[in-house]
């Protein structure tokens, strides 16, 4: 299966508590205020490599996360910010996040920060004023975006053309589609891939010419195999063969085994073979070397072609649509199968928030609460330690300030009534 997908858990790193903290001084019983601020979370960092070809790592290792930011402490000691997580990912990766792209990784070395770490909460150091010398509260840290990520690698090409140095690949991307490689009667005349279009009946295929494979590519002989690479990103193979070659079976294990030695996946791709070269060639010879391919290949199809005679081409770049067609509605349902049952459970998917507030009242048995929703006030909720009453009377100044708390009193709000907030719960006026 050409695994060219991946769907992974991003979590950057929290940010870090803000410290509560009193500054000790001889002959003073209570110093000022010296809380430090937590530290900023590890932002999740992708870096596109070409030293890295597939996703097929993200398969096993579907979490990843950033370091949080340390708390603050005493002394006005600020917490240190968390570790960012660099992640190496193919050129050619695009990500995801609710099915829009947010990322597109095109260029070697490329950064791109996927998530970004939580701010760490200030400290009580922060706080003070002349009306609030002893302040007793600190922000927590943030939480760091956390976000399910769809990886998708771009396709270089729908089809890989492999085959031995001579045997016609760049002849035939010449003839089916618009590109111009270099042509010549000498092995290794393409040193670089070639990239071409081929219209077929009413679609089209995105074709790649690759230099020639030689026995021993994988171990640097000829060209060697740095640019099977390119093969490893294309959804299916035609396989060129000579049909002048001796020993044709031998011809077609060989490129097989080069194939297998670089990436064992590569064998299980799918795969076209065709013989070149057919121009003017008796019929029973053709035959006999088609049957000679076939006793190695097995089911394999096998087609003969001309590409200067302009003989058999439309037949195999049917074919190969077809096989391109099947080998993406295959990497589609595998993609289905491959999450693990549980997956919902560990993706902590987060929801988009629109700007300002709403209030949604909530009436069970007879008792009145209300939950108020909005970006700005959730984040202060999150920020704020609910274990400190000082705390929690930031957040009811901050909800008078946005004029949250009238609204809530025009709705009915009395001092006990509950009001939810996030996952958080206090009452409308201090208790
Ligand atoms: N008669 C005939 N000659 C062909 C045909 N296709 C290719 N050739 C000749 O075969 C030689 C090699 O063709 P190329 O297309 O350069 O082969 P290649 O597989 O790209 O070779 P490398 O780039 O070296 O790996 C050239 O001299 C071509 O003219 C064909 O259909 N008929
Ligand atoms: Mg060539």
Request: no cysteine.
């Amino acid at each position: 299966m050409f695994v060219d997908t991946a769907k992974v858990l991003i979590q950057a790193g929290k940010g870090g508590d803000g410290a509560v903290s009193f500054r000790h001084e001889i002959y003073v019983d209570k110093g000022g205020p010296d809380g430090g601020d937590g530290g900023k979370g590890g932002d999740v960092i992708f870096v596109a490599t070409e030293n890295v070809n597939t996703l097929l790592d993200f398969r096993y290792k579907p979490e990843l996360k950033a370091k949080p930011g340390k708390n603050g402490s005493k002394q006005d000691r600020h917490g240190r910010s968390g570790e960012p997580l660099y992640v190496k990912v193919p050129m050619g990766t695009i990500v995801r996040r609710d099915g829009v792209i947010i990322a597109d990784l095109t260029d070697n070395d490329q950064e791109v920060i996927i998530a970004k770490g939580g701010d760490g909460g200030f400290g009580n150091a922060h706080f003070k004023s002349s009306v609030r010398q002893t302040p007793r509260m600190a922000e927590k840290g943030e939480f760091g975006d956390t976000f399910e990520a769809e990886l998708e690698l771009k396709l270089l090409a729908d089809v890989g053309l492999v085959g031995f140095p001579n045997a016609g690949k760049s002849t035939f991307l010449s003839v089916v589609s618009n590109a111009r490689p270099e042509i010549a009667d000498y092995a290794f005349t393409t040193l670089t891939p070639n990239l071409g279009v081929a219209d077929i009946d009413d679609g089209s295929l995105l074709i790649a010419d690759i230099p020639g494979l030689i026995e021993g590519a994988s171990e640097g002989k000829g060209l060697g195999d740095a640019f099977l690479r390119h093969v490893e990103r294309t959804a299916v193979l035609l396989h060129l063969i000579d049909v002048y070659t001796d020993d044709i079976a031998q011809a077609y294990t060989t490129i097989r085994h080069e194939l297998a030695s670089y990436n064992m996946a590569l064998t299980d791709r799918p795969e076209v073979i065709a013989l070149t070269k057919i121009d003017g060639l008796d019929e029973d010879i053709i035959a006999m070397q088609m049957d000679a391919v076939r006793a190695v290949a097995g089911e394999v199809p096998i087609f003969a072609l001309s590409s200067t005679a302009h003989q058999g081409l439309k037949e195999v770049l049917r074919v190969l649509r077809q096989k391109v067609s099947d080998a993406r509605q295959a990497t589609a349902e595998y993609e289905e199968d491959a999450l693990p049952d549980d997956y919902e459970t560990i993706s902590l998917g987060q929801t988009q928030i629109a700007e300002g507030w709403t209030i949604e009242t909530v009436e069970e048995d007879g008792v009145l609460s209300f939950r108020v929703i909005g970006e700005k006030i959730e984040k202060f909720a999150r920020r704020t330690d609910f274990d400190s009453f000082e705390g929690v009377n930031r957040l009811r100044d901050i909800m008078k300030k946005l004029g949250i708390s009238h609204e809530l009193r025009r709705k009915g709000a009395e001092a006990e009534t509950m009001i939810f907030i996030g996952d958080q719960a206090f009452t409308f006026i201090e208790q």
